[in-house]
């Protein structure tokens, strides 16, 4: 759960279409549905290679940053501009694979899928919700992983807490209504014996939503983060933010 919780806060690029790929394991599937699952999370993965190639250029932003002392506005707005356009088509981008992947399961593996999506949003909901301000070091919290890893005293995490809280003050929130309502829609016409991925309105503005808070999130965290490190914690943070830029995906998407 560590790690999922920590991919869940680094990667957003997808969207809900992330959490798809991600759930595409342990669904009782045959061998024939196993190779056209196969085939869909490749379809999957490939179109949204794009904006997980920019979601990588502002971690290597934010890695470089961390590493300096001080983020470059200029550089991460950038990389931010291009990561934004890129998740932008992401659900359109994935809408035929959906339906191939409709067309494999059955209707109980679809109940499966469904669930375990819900899941997912729940997991990254609880680590980049608005609410969740640097304070919230227990049960999985980032500042709280930090600290135990860094070592950070007690002095630096005043710091980066005041700063985070400081930097969500005209921060843009995220709704999670909108992304609960798409999971709805998307469950009802997913579960059906009918479904059509590019007929779901929700799906564009829920998952691009949700990848643009989340990437604005992890560039405020780090960015309150960089200044209150020693040279040492910077170098093993960044090591830690190119490690997350870096990943090598195996079956799911972690």
Known sequence: MAELRAHHRHHHHGGFGMFIAMSLDLLGTTPDQSAAITQ??????????????????????????????????????AAVATYTTASAGVHDAVASALNQLHETLTPPQRIALVEKVEAHFEVWHRQNAQGETADKDHHGGHLGKLTKELDLTPDQVEKIRTAFKSSGEKAPTYDKAEGDAHLKAFAAAFESDKFDAKTLTTGGPAS?????????????????????????????LAADIRRHANYKRTQGEK
Do not use: N, W
């Open 208 to 236: 691009s939503h949700l990848a643009g808070f989340g990437i604005q999130r992890i560039v405020r965290f780090y960015s309150a983060v960089a200044p209150a490190l020693t040279p040492d914690q910077r170098t093993q």
């Open 40 to 77: 869909v999370r490749t379809d999957l993965h490939t179109k949204m290679q794009p904006a997980r190639d920019a979601e990588k250029a502002v971690l290597l932003v934010l890695a470089d940053g961390v590493a300096a002392g001080s983020i470059d506005k200029a550089k991460v707005d």
